[in-house]
């Protein structure tokens, strides 16, 4: 019966352990993908002129420079933009011409 018990004990700490090392493994995983991708903003900025590295006697800086930051959004925000309304005039175009079709395939079926 001691035996028994001891085995069943055994089995549910195993079964336990092994929940715990995977949901450890599983937010270790996590972190590292975070810490990643923050590393890979960071260098992406950088290159971007965004972020300026720099250090003196006092100690180690880090600027962002907000005026080229914003001025990037800003290219990007009015391409998006150009991009929208190219597509919107295609998608313009395409309905007239698909309505044009239309009313002369209605004409030719209409006249005997």
Request: charged share 30%.
């Given at each position: 019966?001691?035996?028994?018990?001891?085995?069943?004990?055994?089995?549910?700490?195993?079964?336990?352990?092994?929940?715990?090392?995977?949901?450890?493994?599983?937010i270790?995983?996590?972190?590292?993908?975070?810490?990643?991708?923050?590393?890979?903003?960071?260098?992406?900025a950088?290159?971007?002129?965004?972020l300026?590295?720099?250090?003196?006697?006092?100690?180690?800086?880090?600027?962002?420079?907000?005026?080229?930051v914003?001025e990037?959004t800003?290219?990007?925000?009015?391409?998006?933009?150009?991009?929208?309304?190219?597509?919107?005039?295609?998608?313009?175009?395409?309905d007239?011409?698909t309505?044009?079709?239309?009313?002369?395939?209605?004409?030719?079926?209409?006249?005997?």
């Amino acid at each position: 019966m001691i035996l028994g018990r001891r085995q069943s004990d055994l089995r549910l700490l195993r079964w336990y352990y092994s929940q715990l090392r995977s949901f450890c493994l599983s937010i270790g995983i996590t972190f590292m993908r975070l810490i990643l991708a923050i590393v890979l903003l960071v260098v992406i900025a950088f290159f971007l002129g965004w972020l300026k590295f720099s250090s003196d006697d006092s100690g180690a800086t880090i600027r962002v420079d907000g005026s080229e930051v914003r001025e990037d959004t800003e290219a990007i925000v009015d391409g998006t933009k150009d991009l929208i309304n190219k597509g919107a005039e295609k998608v313009s175009d395409a309905d007239d011409t698909t309505q044009e079709r239309t009313d002369q395939n209605a004409r030719r079926t209409i006249t005997p």
